[in-house]
């Protein structure tokens, strides 16, 4: 498991690793993820088209709302934070490669490129496994898989 945060200068070559290959990323993960994790995502309405097009696409598939106060790559907060378990689908991540990456690093927090929703998205196997996780406001990925660890190190 390796931990890739965008702000570490050691953590650099890895960070690129990711951001050149994502494509590939997200064609992995569509073949190996059951259900993702969102925290903390809050759609009013408001946001941009980008959003409700987001909104749209996991209304449907989401498996069950709660509220928790710790998840993927997170120690246990003091507050709750709502979490919606959402299936896979092949529309998810046909909308996840019009993006760039997993968030919007220079401006902090954000999910992908053109959101202005906030969230914490974690892609999980069928065994209940954590594939890879994102801590978008402190531009953090986390992963677990061997085969990402290996694109992350450039192998």
């Known amino acids: 498991m390796i931990v890739i945060n965008r702000y ?9 690793n990711l951001r050149d290959n994502y494509k590939n990323i997200v064609d992995y993960l569509e073949e190996n993820t059951e259900y993702i994790e969102l925290v903390n995502f809050k759609y009013e309405g408001r946001e941009s088209e980008f959003d409700t097009r987001f909104f749209n ?7 069950e709302k709660s509220s928790v106060m710790r998840w ?7 507050d709750d934070s709502n979490m919606y378990k959402v299936k896979a689908s092949k529309e998810l991540f046909d909308f996840m490669r019009e993006q760039k990456f997993f968030f919007r ?6 999910l992908f490129d053109n959101l202005e929703s906030q969230a914490d998205i974690a892609f999980y196997n069928k065994n209940n496994i954590c594939l890879l996780y994102t ?3 402190e531009a953090i990925v986390g992963i677990y ?3 990402i660890e ?5 192998n």
């Open 57 to 63: 696409i996991i209304y449907d598939d989401i498996i």
């Open 150 to 154: 290996k694109i992350a190190k450039g």
């Open 145 to 147: 898989d061997e085969k």
């Open 105 to 110: 690093a220079k401006k902090g927090g954000f």
């Open 8 to 16: 570490d200068d050691d953590c650099e070559n890895e960070y690129r």
């Open 72 to 78: 993927a790559g997170t120690p246990k907060g003091p």
């Open 135 to 137: 801590t978008t406001e």
